[in-house]
């Protein structure tokens, strides 16, 4: 059974490793989709502080990941299609928007699962990056750029 999950991935962190660990007990491999700094730009502010090939790299590195595969465009049908996946893994943000309605229609049409999990608002790329600079802050010290 494939499991497979998307997201960027930038600054690895626990509950990036509790999502994917979480998905390793639903099947016996999974796949992850890294989005490209193309894509992430087009729902996030800034993109991500760890290249691509980078945050490829850690997740391959990581023994609960089979599969690492980017993604240049904000759809995940091809992606779902290619690996031939039963389950796909989303996050309790996951919205209404045009690309996430195409992939939950093509997933019920193809007789496959959709598994929605809760983050831990403890843990986020952009609440660690927050952190850090607010440090520098209070620290008096410059933030390079």
């Given at each position: 059974?494939i499991?497979y999950?998307?997201g960027?991935?930038d600054?690895l962190?626990?509950?990036?490793?509790?999502l994917?660990?979480?998905?390793?007990?639903?099947g016996?491999?999974?796949?992850v989709?890294v989005?490209?700094?193309?894509v992430?730009n087009?729902?996030?502010?800034?993109?991500p502080?760890?290249p691509?090939?980078q945050?490829?790299?850690?997740?391959?590195?990581?023994?609960?990941?089979?599969?690492?595969?980017p993604?240049h465009?904000l759809e995940?049908?091809?992606?779902?299609?290619?690996?031939?996946?039963?389950?796909?893994?989303?996050g309790?943000d996951?919205?209404s928007?045009?690309?996430?309605?195409?992939v939950e229609a093509?997933?019920?049409?193809?007789g496959?699962k959709?598994?929605?999990v809760?983050?831990n608002?403890?843990?986020s790329?952009?609440?660690?990056?927050q952190?850090?600079?607010?440090?520098f802050?209070?620290a008096g010290?410059?933030i390079l750029?």
């Open positions: 059974m499991v999950t998307v960027t991935f600054l962190h626990v509950g990036h490793l509790a994917l660990n979480h998905c390793k007990k639903l016996n491999q999974v796949a989709g989005a490209s700094d193309e992430v087009l729902y996030k502010p800034n993109v502080v760890i691509l090939k945050r490829m790299e850690m997740l391959q590195a990581l023994s609960c990941v089979d599969i690492v595969r993604y465009e995940y049908v091809s992606g779902c299609r290619e690996l031939n996946v039963d389950i796909f893994v989303i309790e996951w919205g928007n045009p690309h996430n309605l195409a093509y997933l019920k049409d193809a496959k959709i598994v929605q809760r983050y608002p403890q843990t790329s952009t609440g660690i990056k952190r850090v600079i607010s440090q802050k209070s010290k410059p750029a």
